[in-house]
């Protein structure tokens, strides 16, 4: 595979899953109505109930709108992370994946390219989620917008190789659903996504436990860090461990033999 | 290839040496679990040919298929496309092959040029040739005119033109075609077959298309029957008819897969 064939096929994989997110409306939107509901209904609720105090990386009170921000930043992309991996189940039961990989291109070429996509069409998510989110008056800090962009990158690999994973893993598209059940919720809700974890210790020490071991507890700090300019270490290296861990997993046990048509089975023809 | 076959190719070929083969398998097997879906399987096939895999249901055509392509892979017996090893040399050999398999696998939210672009850029073709290669694939499959057109809004034959211009956008020395008539009026499996015997003709494209119908056998092919995974006859449709003590192709299919007590003369109404 010469380098010029490799850039080529790679932008044509990502322009697809660009095409494929602009085509799809109702996708954009659904992305979109997920945490802004979360924002303006649930957030704007415990608002007035709610009282923060200064932890890092704030250097001020904050308004509970505000410190859920990064949680659902976070959201945006599990739930990209989760859509990928169910289109890469739907693509084996359909076999368009059977096609992409009789191509002379190599396998762990492939599988990283579709992360990578898929992990662009996250990006442009958040981007989205957080101008609305301004534009309805929750403060979002103009100077870490950028820094925020290579975190997202890595957030969103590692969420998209957690997906990938698990798609690795999924038999039938039917399966889907309840893995998914099992797996975004308590994710979401058991990080410091809605809540500082310094609360939740004082509700559970069991939960805060449970928190602590959450990768994506880390991403969501990781983001919550690059918004206000400053470096976590621990929450970045938990993050690359997470994508290392699960796109190794992902690259070994991913094989067009399971599931899809007349694979892994007799009977097709 | 068996003597009886070779003795028939140097009576095809009788003034110049036998043309090397484009694909070349020799004792593949493969299992799911303890179900044994290939046994022992030998072939080989020359350019501008058509050769026909015929088989009930179930026979192995499909996992022969997955074999060749690289989706599946086996340690008992080689493949080779054009001299390469697919297990040595995956890509070279992949970069000589074109398949359109049995499931439908266009993108249906993307345009037919669309989807043609995207594979052209998987294969490697830089945009000028790409672009030349669809004009010219489109105007000879009719379908000049639905080129901006979703491939939604397509008909199942239309469909099926176009993943034939898709496998054929890199030229390939090897077109492998998996049931490709399934769901398919009349008018369009007419067509296709005989699109199939033009390619073989006009541009020396070894093919090997797996059937259950006799009627899409041509005279003039080379056969293949395969049955419970095993290579059960082979050779130019007179000469199994005539092996088998038949009249015609669709009695000779039943008697040679009757022992598996499954077979089923194939002719399409």
């Known amino acids: 595979m010469s380098p010029a064939h490799a850039g080529r096929a790679f932008l044509a994989i990502l322009l697809r899953e660009l095409l494929r997110f602009v085509q799809q409306r109702e996708r954009f939107f659904a992305a979109l109505v997920r945490p802004l509901v979360w924002l303006l209904v649930f957030a704007a609720g415990f608002r007035a109930t709610l009282g923060l105090s200064i932890i890092p990386p704030y250097e001020t009170y904050i308004t509970y709108d505000v410190y859920v921000v990064p949680g659902l930043i976070g959201l945006i992309q599990l739930f990209n992370g989760m859509q990928n991996s169910l289109s890469m189940v739907y693509d084996r039961e359909m076999g368009s994946m059977r096609v992409l990989l009789a191509t002379p291109l190599p396998r762990g070429f492939l599988l990283i390219a579709r992360m990578l996509s898929g992990t662009a069409v996250s990006i442009i998510q958040v981007y989205a989620f957080l101008a609305i989110a301004a534009l309805c008056g929750t403060e979002v800090p103009p100077e870490g917008l950028l820094p925020l962009l290579p975190v997202l990158i890595v957030t969103g690999l590692a969420l998209s190789a957690l997906g990938m994973f698990l798609s690795s893993r999924i038999r039938q598209l039917e399966n889907f659903a309840g893995v998914m059940n099992f797996l975004i919720f308590p994710m979401f809700f058991m990080s410091s996504a809605l809540y500082p974890l310094w609360r939740v210790r004082e509700g559970s020490v069991l939960l805060y436990e449970f928190c602590r071991f959450n990768p994506f507890t880390y991403m969501v700090e990781l983001v919550r860090s690059a918004l206000y300019l400053q470096f976590n270490a621990t929450a970045l290296a938990v993050v690359v461990a997470t994508l290392l861990v699960f796109g190794t997993a992902a690259l070994i046990g991913y094989t067009p033999a399971r599931g899809g048509p007349a694979a892994g089975r007799p009977g097709g023809g | ?269």
């Open chain 2, 1 to 269: 290839m068996d003597a009886a076959a070779n003795s028939r190719e140097s009576t095809v070929k009788p003034p110049t040496e036998p043309a090397a083969p484009v694909l070349r398998v020799q004792n593949l097997s493969y299992a799911y679990g303890k179900y044994k879906a290939l046994d022992a399987v030998s072939l080989e096939l020359r350019p501008g040919r058509v050769t026909a895999l015929l088989g009930p249901n179930g026979a192995g055509k499909t996992t022969l298929f997955s074999l060749i392509t690289g989706l599946f892979d086996s340690r008992q017996g080689d493949i080779e496309i054009v001299g390469h090893a697919i297990r040595r040399a995956r890509s070279r050999a992949l970069a000589q092959l074109g398949i359109v398999f049995q499931a439908q696998t266009l993108d249906l939210d993307l345009s037919v040029e669309q989807n043609l672009r995207y594979f052209a850029a998987l294969r490697g073709l830089p945009g000028k040739e790409a672009r030349q290669r669809i004009t010219a694939l489109l105007d000879e499959i009719g379908l000049a005119e639905k080129r901006k057109a979703k491939v939604r809004t397509l008909s199942g034959g239309q469909r099926r033109r176009v993943e034939i211009a898709r496998a054929l956008l890199d030229q390939p020395a090897l077109l492998l075609l998996d049931e490709p008539s399934i769901g398919l009026d009349i008018a369009t499996r007419r067509w296709l077959i005989e699109h199939v015997h033009r390619l073989a003709e006009q541009e020396g494209i070894a093919i090997l298309m797996a059937t259950h119908l006799v009627d899409e056998v041509m005279p003039e092919d080379e056969l293949i029957v395969l049955d419970e995974g095993r290579v059960i006859a082979r050779g130019q449709v007179d000469d199994v008819v005539r092996q088998s003590g038949a009249d015609n192709l669709d009695e000779a299919f039943t008697r040679l897969t009757s022992k598996s007590g499954k077979a089923k003369p194939g002719a399409q109404p």
